[in-house]
């Protein structure tokens, strides 16, 4: 399946000197030796740990839905009891993005996109998605020779997550501040992987009482994304669609010959059928969403503010069709602060981050803000808010340490500061104030003048 789009440098060097210090691991499935970086389960599980809120945020936070949570979390808890690992602290999520993707990180996070979730036909073509993604962990694909290189990329320079925060306002609605000029690297597996990945699916599937057959159905979605033109990136270095069909079949007919004659495996489920059915529906309104927030990228671009009154309508509808949904209300935000009416952009950025705590986007804006109408309180406790919810965006940091510097917290500021210039592309006006100002701080510069 997908990988997400890693970012961080201290893993990249740890990763890096792994590369130089060859060394050899045990496959927890197979029980072979092969190259890779050796860690305790607990180094792995705090490794995924340690970036699995920026996926998150990166990927728009948990889909609000708790049902639709609780029950794929359910078959996802049934499927790590059949693996090869199953005292791992597995974690799962659906994430509010279109875009299609599963992935799992290091330790046990997995996650499923609503943009994947909502094409899958039954919850056993769900169960091997997420048997497959539990095969990665299962093997320890990420610390595996080319899987730790690759788990953060050879270019670690795209670890710089966006644009400068003046430039957010030129992101598409769904997209986390900053996600314009910069793009999160993505972790891939080798083919190989992928097909060990597939041969778990099947198993751990089975284990958990869904029929593997099932699998095949997610392949003819891939096929179909890339027959329509809209592949996703990460499916370029998968195995061949048909291969992997055929190489599924094959795996059932030789080494599990009983689904043949075992007519109690689950195909769906009613329950799975009613919430998917929710989420279809839902997927509706979100198209919606996604159109005006391609339009509002154009709009800004071509410097035509005549269409954001459209696009805020739409925008207004997608919320009162899907009321508990906050990435509606926040993309209001966004328009309404590109606009200049920044009391009202407040106002939606407010009552986003009330309705979903784990989004990103408000809180970043709403520290932004405050710190530009000068209450300091505000902008730091937003800022933090930022730093938590994406520790490896430099929106968060950024603001924490202008407000900790004009405290004389200097110390403080320097260590934010240092995280701006390890996280935001050079060109950006943030990355530039942090470099100069932490030279100044370097060189027994006070505290910086209230800048409001």
């Known amino acids: 399946m997908a990988r997400p789009r890693p970012l961080a440098p201290l893993l990249f060097l740890v990763l890096v000197a792994g590369l130089f210090l060859p060394a050899c691991i045990t496959d927890p499935v197979t029980g072979e030796s092969v190259l890779g970086m050796p860690m305790s389960d607990d180094e792995e599980v705090a490794m995924g740990n340690q970036y699995a809120p920026s996926f998150r945020s990166q990927y728009e936070g948990a889909y609000p839905d708790p049902e639709l949570q609780a029950h794929l979390g359910d078959v996802v808890h049934r499927i790590t009891g059949a693996s090869h690992r199953p005292e791992l602290p597995w974690n799962f999520t659906v994430l509010n993005s279109s875009e299609v993707n599963a ?120 096929k179909s994304l890339k027959e ?111 606009q200049g009416r920044v009391d009202e952009a407040k106002q939606y950025f407010a009552r986003a981050a009330a309705m979903q705590p784990d989004l990103f986007e408000p809180q970043a804006f709403l520290a932004r803000i405050a710190f530009a109408q000068g209450d300091a309180a505000a902008a730091f406790r937003h800022a933090e808010s930022a730093r938590v919810l994406f520790p490896h965006h430099p929106a968060g940091h950024y603001f924490a340490g202008r407000v900790l510097d004009a405290r004389g917290q200097t110390g403080e500021a320097a260590t934010a500061y240092r995280s701006v210039i390890e996280l935001a592309p050079e060109e950006s006006e943030e990355y530039a104030f942090a470099a100069q100002r932490l030279k100044e701080l370097e060189a027994g510069a006070t505290a910086s003048p209230t800048p409001w």
């Open 228 to 338: 329509g033109g809209s592949t996703p990136e990460w499916l370029s270095t998968h195995p061949d669609d048909d291969s992997r069909i055929a190489a599924v079949a094959e795996e059932i007919a030789s080494k599990y010959p009983q689904v043949a004659r075992a007519p109690g495996l689950v195909r769906d489920t009613p329950r799975f059928s009613a919430l998917s059915g929710r989420l279809r529906e839902a997927q509706k309104v979100y198209d919606v969403y996604d159109e005006a927030s391609a339009e509002f990228a154009e709009a800004v671009q071509a410097g035509d503010s005549s269409r954001f009154p459209s696009i805020l309508a739409r925008l207004s509808d997608c919320a009162s069709r899907l009321p508990g949904h906050a990435l509606f209300v926040s993309g209001s935000g966004v328009v309404l602060h590109q």
């Open 103 to 222: 992935f799992a990180l290091p330790g046990g996070n997995i996650c499923i996109t609503r943009g994947l979730l909502h094409r899958l036909d039954n919850e056993a073509q769900f169960a091997a998605v997420m048997a497959h993604e539990a095969g990665h962990v299962a093997h320890k694909h990420a610390a595996q020779g080319q899987g730790q290189a690759a788990l953060v990329g050879l270019v670690i320079g795209a670890v710089a997550v966006g644009a400068s925060l003046a430039d957010s306002e030129l992101a598409t609605i769904g997209a986390t501040l900053g996600a314009v000029g910069g793009q999160l690297l993505l972790l891939k597996y080798s083919r190989d992987h992928e097909r060990e990945a597939d041969q778990r699916g099947v198993e751990y599937a089975l284990k958990a009482g869904y029929d593997p057959r099932e699998m095949a159905g997610i392949f003819e979605i891939f």
